[in-house]
Nanobody, 125 residues
Framework: QVQVVESGGGLVQAGGSLRLSCTAS????????MGWFRQAPGKEREFVAS????????LYADSVKGRFIISRDNAKNTLYLQMNSLKPEDTAVYYC??????????????????WGQGTQVTVSS
């Protein structure tokens, strides 16, 4: 089965940066659209960013556009989320997920198939 594992979460001060990583097992990593989602306490899991199979196209939620950068290294089976200018409202559990969709433009949790366990990101003010 496909295994997805996130890492890199932690506590940072507002204005700081953090880089999350995600590894997905299997030989089909490069064949899958990948995305990041986050879920804050009491809120629905929300879309953060997605990236096409080869990394040529990306999509960001308005709340993180200009601050976050999603990228992937298919040779390493690794997905990244570089988070800059972090704000307290970015505090959430961040999840990495794979999608069997043929497009990176889908943004709901139902468009993604395999999920990691999540990594906590806490931004202090």
């Amino acid at each position: 089965q496909v295994q997805v594992v996130e890492s890199g979460g932690g506590l940072v001060q507002a204005g700081g940066s953090l880089r999350l990583s995600c590894t997905a097992s299997g030989r089909t990593f490069s064949s899958a659209v990948m995305g990041w989602f986050r879920q804050a306490p009491g809120k629905e899991r929300e879309f953060v960013a997605s990236i096409s199979r080869l990394g040529g196209s990306t999509l960001y939620a308005d709340s993180v556009k200009g601050r976050f950068i999603i990228s992937r290294d298919n040779a390493k089976n690794t997905l990244y989320l570089q988070m800059n200018s972090l704000k307290p409202e970015d505090t959430a559990v961040y999840y990495c997920a794979t999608s069997s969709r043929n497009s990176y433009l889908y943004t709901t949790v139902y468009d993604y198939d395999y999920w990691g366990q999540g990594t906590q990101v806490t931004v202090s003010s």
